[in-house]
């Protein structure tokens, strides 16, 4: 493993700043929709409950998570690769100013009233053209950190040829890998569909066609969010807990099936829409049934880390070894924490999965309750549980005791907010609530009484949701201070990256021949899409006009 250098540290920092700058406006936009829900608050004249759900999307679920996403990347990928030539560097920097610009770009015509459209910006929902070109940027710079990153490790490779890449680099470039193949789907849409129409260049929009081409993107995106989660548990949290990765090529095989499987699958969001032939919608619903399969794998992999490591602790019987394992270390509670949010949030997603029972779902607040608790706690407490670490290791400042204490506080507040709003939310929506609206106190009395149990009431939600706020502002204040305030650490501080070696003597060599894998998942993607697409094309209807509702 190797030192980082400077310029490394810095590069990974400000990704980090502009992620945890998001984070805390993001979360602001959150407790302020609860209350506005709730009827405890009303918003001023200048200010629309939409405009700040859009906010909240984009901050939260695209902002904070690509910023931090590529921060461990830059930081994981020096340390065992080795520091970043000069070319890398300057790219991996191009790569975030574009970034940055593309994120302002988008952020400023939300705060000015033009693009209340949601972080979904369905058509026939118009924002300002520059909102788009925003998000083109904003792709596009995300594209050249991704290929910076594929650069430095073909270097690697040159340099050691035949050898297999240590499993962070593997991991980062199949993630790479797929966040490239989604985003065609969205660039498409952007570029040829909402550009032109936006700017008046073209008359009307395909309205299924763009939402097609969304969700071509818009389901590896939450994959795009979870591998680095994945990445985490497989490389980090083996070297916390002083175990091993379970097995290299387990881990090695799950993420292929993540470049196969999760891209033709996006009309499981689209389920209930008229347009597409239920023969590509079932398609469809079969090959995400085929992704769940290396979460399983996932899963599998962690508990055997856990009890080979808890056993060699000397953990006795059943379940003797569970209480071996460091609880006391934040960095692997928040982790673990985050793991078994896991658990409701993937059944949840089968059963949304699930042709007939999306029918009760598809629009509902349990929609919200689901990604609240796969991104919003098994990702986001994960890279909780990485910013202890990281932050630290990039500052050269100590993690001092008072602060892992507040740490715990910080995790468990997040743990208890989301349970709370994640319920609430889950419950109201198999009674019906429906989600994407400002208000849902309706006249008719059936729909009231949804709102009155003891759990599935809007109170409960804001409660959830203000817990969630103080936690928020409490991750925060530890950011601050490991970043400037906390004292200064002795340089074994920059040697402490728990990144675990995996044996990869016996994985075989095929599984990082990325050539087969980009040929199958386009194999894939053509036969689930092809026809349905040209479909889409040929009916067209006439192209909508836009419609601009705040
Ligand atoms: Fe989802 C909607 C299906 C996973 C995020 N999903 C969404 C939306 C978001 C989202 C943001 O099929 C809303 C989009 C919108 O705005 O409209 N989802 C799935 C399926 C999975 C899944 C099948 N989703 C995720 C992940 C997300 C995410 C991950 C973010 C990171 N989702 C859907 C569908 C919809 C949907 C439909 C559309 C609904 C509609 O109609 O609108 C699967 O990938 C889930 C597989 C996961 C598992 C769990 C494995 C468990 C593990 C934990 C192990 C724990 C350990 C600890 C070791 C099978 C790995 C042990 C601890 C103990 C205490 C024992």
Redesign the pocket.
């Known amino acids: 493993m190797n030192v980082m250098q400077k310029g490394d540290r810095l590069l990974a920092l400000s990704n980090l700043g502009f992620a945890y700058a998001a984070f805390l406006i993001g979360t602001l936009c959150g407790l302020l929709q609860v209350f506005i829900r709730n009827d405890a608050l009303t918003l001023p004249s200048w200010l629309d409950y939409y405009q700040v759900l859009t906010a909240h999307g984009l901050l939260l679920?695209i902002v904070f998570t690509t910023f931090f996403i590529f921060a461990f990347f830059q930081a994981g990928m020096s340390r065992t690769l080795g520091a970043f030539g000069p070319k890398v560097l300057l790219w991996n920097w191009i790569g975030f100013w574009v970034t940055s610009i593309g994120t302002l770009l988008v952020v400023v015509m939300v705060i000015s009233g033009q693009a209340s459209v949601l972080y979904?910006f369905y058509a026939p929902l118009q924002a300002h053209g520059l909102f788009y070109v925003g998000l083109a940027l904003f792709v596009i710079g995300t594209w050249i950190q991704g290929f910076a990153l594929v650069g430095h490790y073909i270097v690697w490779r040159k340099q050691n040829k035949g050898e297999l890449s240590p499993l962070f680099a593997f991991m980062t470039v199949a993630t790479v890998i797929l966040w490239v193949i989604a985003c065609l789907g969205v660039v498409a849409t952007v570029l040829f569909q909402f550009i032109p129409w936006a700017f008046g260049w073209a008359q009307g929009i395909n309205v299924e066609l763009s939402r097609s081409l969304f969700w071509y993107f818009?389901h590896p995106l939450?994959?795009f969010?979870?591998l680095p989660a994945y990445m985490a548990w497989y490389v980090i949290v083996p070297k916390i807990i002083g175990g091993r990765v379970f097995s290299d090529s387990l881990a090695r095989l799950s993420f292929v099936l993540f470049i196969l499987f999760s891209i033709p699958v996006g009309f499981?969001?689209q389920?209930t829409e008229p347009g597409i032939a239920s023969f590509w919608k079932f398609l469809q619903t079969v090959l995400?049934f085929m992704?769940?399969i290396p979460?399983?794998m996932?899963?599998f992999s962690?508990?055997a880390t856990f009890e080979l490591r808890g056993r060699e602790l000397g953990g006795k019987g059943l379940f003797g070894w569970v209480t071996k394992l460091p609880w006391r270390d934040v960095r692997f509670t928040s982790i673990?924490i985050a793991?078994?949010f896991?658990?409701p949030?993937?059944?949840g997603?089968?059963i949304?999965?699930s042709f007939q029972m999306?029918e009760v779902?598809?629009?509902t607040l349990w929609?919200v309750g689901?990604?609240h608790i796969?991104?919003g706690t098994?990702?986001a407490m994960t890279f909780f549980g990485l910013t202890f670490w990281l932050i630290p290791h990039l500052t050269g400042r100590r993690f001092t005791k008072s602060l892992q204490k507040l740490a715990f506080l910080q995790i468990g507040t997040w743990s208890i907010g989301m349970l709370l709003m994640s319920t609430a939310q889950h419950m109201l929506g198999l009674l019906g609530a429906p989600r994407r609206t400002a208000y849902t106190g309706y006249a008719h009395e059936d729909a009231q009484a949804w709102f009155e149990g003891v759990l599935s009431n809007h109170v409960t939600m804001a409660v959830g949701g203000s817990i969630l706020f103080l936690s928020a502002v409490l991750l925060i204040f530890i950011v601050v201070q490991l970043w400037w305030l906390a004292p200064k650490a002795d340089e074994s501080t920059f040697m402490h990256f728990p990144i675990a070696d995996s044996d990869s003597s016996s994985t075989p060599k095929f599984l990082e021949n990325w050539k087969i894998w980009i040929g199958v998942a386009f194999i894939l993607i053509a036969l689930a899409y092809t026809i349905p697409l040209s479909e889409i094309i040929q009916h067209a209807p006439p192209g909508s006009d836009r419609f601009q509702t705040w």
Do not use: E, R
Request: charged share 0%.
């Open positions: 679920a979904t818009g939450v994959y969010w979870l499981h969001h389920l995400t992704v769940i979460s399983l996932t899963a962690m508990f673990f793991m078994a896991f658990i949030g993937g059944a997603g089968i949304n999965a999306n779902i598809h629009n929609v689901h990604f796969t991104v098994p990702v």
